[in-house]
């Protein structure tokens, strides 16, 4: 078959790219206005005391920010906080002069602050949010829909209702009190610390938690609900609240993985040291779920009987947003390039979980579908995953698929090893890409620039072409296999460095591999056949570990060996999908065969 060998050096030669340098540049992800805002004073802790006119969507609030200049002089400072209302602002409790803008306020210190001193503004305000809080169900004629008031923070909407330092660069622990009707049950942040009735009629919950989080993760949720309240192992409570009261049963199919949830979570490092971890559905919520620190919050579209259970549930909504309380809130990404350090953990983190409940095909098929989000991302553009406009695709999908192929090239327990290091090393603080490159040297003693390079700071993904010649001389035999990375490529995409497997199964069942840095714009890999076996059929990249395009024609022979015979069901379905060329009888016989064998496996 040597005229097949001629025809991949034909390949390369007349429609591969020439080679070109590769020279690393920031311009691929960093434009303007992607760089946190600058600010003179470091936030400390924010107490929030709020009450409500909900028929009139009113905020009545005070707030109180305690901080440390940052500057050796500061005399003045832009609190955010559009259209809100300032009745009164003080300076350790002395009348502070500020002048209110759309955007919000800038307060004018006299004398300047000094450099690390500790101050505090209180202020007094009123506010009828646009965003970031909605008054649901109170002016409805017909009484039928639920009264909920919530709050939906990310990314910069809880300006709206509290004035503050609304940007995720700095962090502070914070406090919530709430006066409502008493008839109503009031979630926040952290640790419910008292509860007291009023004469009123009202209530006033008091909630703290004790470590730094961004403004954008403060949350309140006011409604009629029924809790319930389960503990993991460790003595974590999971508090968890359905609405309405008179549905609280559907809970109970969508909640049959909590426990086993639970247990997953908690065998890793906790970032809410001692607080709760509240569960609460609203009513008309934005999106799926939000991850508010030690209170995350779903649609109540997500509340299901055991029948729409199999169609639609919420469990891996809920680890993502589990998820999030490590990646996202325990540590947070400076500005808006390290979305990908929230998003793409809480998008891998749920098939982690998944697997260990559905086991590895559905992993398996997890994994496609955020390859082919991807894939399909880079038919518009080939933005690198930490641009400003990567897209939802690559932050999410690409991302995630991205820490797959890490814990594929580095090894799963070296892998565990580096995350370890980079929550333990950035615990509550802020983070930026580099200090994930970091903790694998950190961790592992390994520099991972290769890898970052070509798939955080570069962007697209690598089209293979491969071909095989079966090699017989004399009394030897081996498998001769031949790569080319055939796409196009730019200041954006460059050649790909990966660690791939290559298989040759035999007829008889039995297989050789050899697992190869591939790096080079072709490149031959040999597979020794010691045993002079006949080639069922050949893999590339047996699983599907890597983001990528494949072009690797199989006769029809091979293609029904692999569907009938692959070890990984990805391997099965993609050899069934490559027969769509082949008459419909032989299709229909390999079906059969193949529902056979599956069947009786089963």
């Known amino acids: 078959m040597k005229y097949y060998v001629l025809a991949v050096i034909l390949l390369v030669t007349t429609t591969a790219p020439a080679q070109i340098t590769q020279y690393p540049s920031a311009s691929n992800y960093i434009n303007p206005g992607t760089e946190p805002p600058e600010h003179t004073l470091d936030m400390l802790h924010m107490r929030l005391e709020v009450s409500f006119k909900p028929t009139e969507g009113l905020v009545k609030g005070k707030v109180t920010h305690r901080f440390r200049a940052i500057r050796s002089e500061v005399d003045s400072f832009f609190f955010n906080g559009p259209d809100i209302s300032i009745l009164k602002a003080t300076c350790n409790t002395k009348p502070l002069r500020y002048r209110i803008s759309s955007d919000g306020v800038t307060t004018y210190f006299t004398p300047p602050l000094k450099w690390n001193s500790i101050d505090s503004i209180t202020f007094e305000y009123e506010a009828h949010p646009r965003k970031g809080m909605y008054f649901v169900g109170w002016n409805d004629p017909k009484n039928i829909s639920r009264k909920q008031i919530w709050t939906q923070g990310q990314g910069i909407n809880n300006r709206h209702w509290f004035p503050c330092y609304d940007e995720q660069n700095d962090k502070l622990t914070t406090e919530t009190i709430i006066t409502f009707n008493k008839d109503y049950r009031v979630l926040s942040n952290g640790t419910l610390t008292s509860e007291v009735e009023n004469a009123d009629g009202t209530k006033t919950w008091h909630y703290a938690i004790r470590h730094p989080h961004a403004t954008y993760l403060v949350m309140i949720g006011i409604g009629k609900y029924a809790v319930k309240t389960v503990r993991s192992k460790s003595g974590i409570p999971f508090i968890s609240g359905i609405i309405p009261i008179s ?330 999908a490559a027969m769509k060329t082949i008459d419909m009888d032989t299709k229909r016989n390999v079906l059969a065969k193949y529902s056979s064998v599956r069947l009786f496996i089963l």
């Open 247 to 576: 549905l609280s049963a559907l809970n109970q199919r969508t909640s049959t993985r909590r426990n086993l949830l639970i247990l997953w979570s908690t065998k890793r490092e906790s970032p809410i040291r001692g607080n709760p971890i509240h569960r609460f559905l609203f009513q008309d919520f934005l999106y799926g779920g939000m991850e508010n620190t030690s209170a995350t919050v779903f649609g109540d579209f997500f509340l299901v009987d055991r029948r729409s259970f199999l169609d639609k549930n919420y469990i891996a909504v809920n680890v993502h947003e589990l998820a999030h309380q490590w990646f996202g809130d325990y540590i947070t990404g400076r500005n808006s390039l390290s979305a990908w350090l929230h998003e793409s953990f809480a998008t891998f983190y749920p098939k982690v979980f998944l697997k260990s409940v559905y086991g590895e095909d559905y992993y398996e098929w997890m994994r496609r579908a955020e390859q082919d989000a991807a894939l399909a991302a880079s038919e518009a553009n080939r933005l690198p995953i930490l641009h400003s406009q990567a897209g939802g695709s690559r932050v999410y999908q690409k991302g995630s698929a991205v820490l797959d192929m890490m814990m594929h090239a580095f090894g799963e327990a070296d892998f565990k090893r580096v995350i370890h290091r980079y929550l333990q090393q950035h615990a509550y603080g802020n983070v930026e890409t580099n200090d994930f490159y970091q903790a694998f040297q950190d961790a592992i003693g390994l520099s991972p620039n290769w890898f970052f390079e070509e798939w955080i700071y570069r962007g697209g993904e690598p089209h293979y072409s491969v071909q095989y010649d079966d090699v017989q001389i004399r009394n030897t035999r081996r498998t001769d296999i031949w790569v080319s990375q055939i796409h196009p490529r730019d200041e954006f995409v460059g050649l790909f460095k990966m660690p791939i497997v290559f298989e040759v199964r035999y007829t008889d069942g039995s297989f050789d591999r050899v697992r190869v840095m591939v790096d080079q714009e072709s490149q031959k890999v040999t597979v020794a056949n010691p045993r002079k076996k006949k080639i069922a059929f050949v893999l590339f990249d047996p699983g599907s570990y890597i983001l990528k395009t494949v072009t690797f024609e199989k006769s029809s022979e091979e293609l029904q060996a692999q569907a009938l015979h692959a070890p990984l069901m990805i391997d099965r379905y993609d050899a069934i």
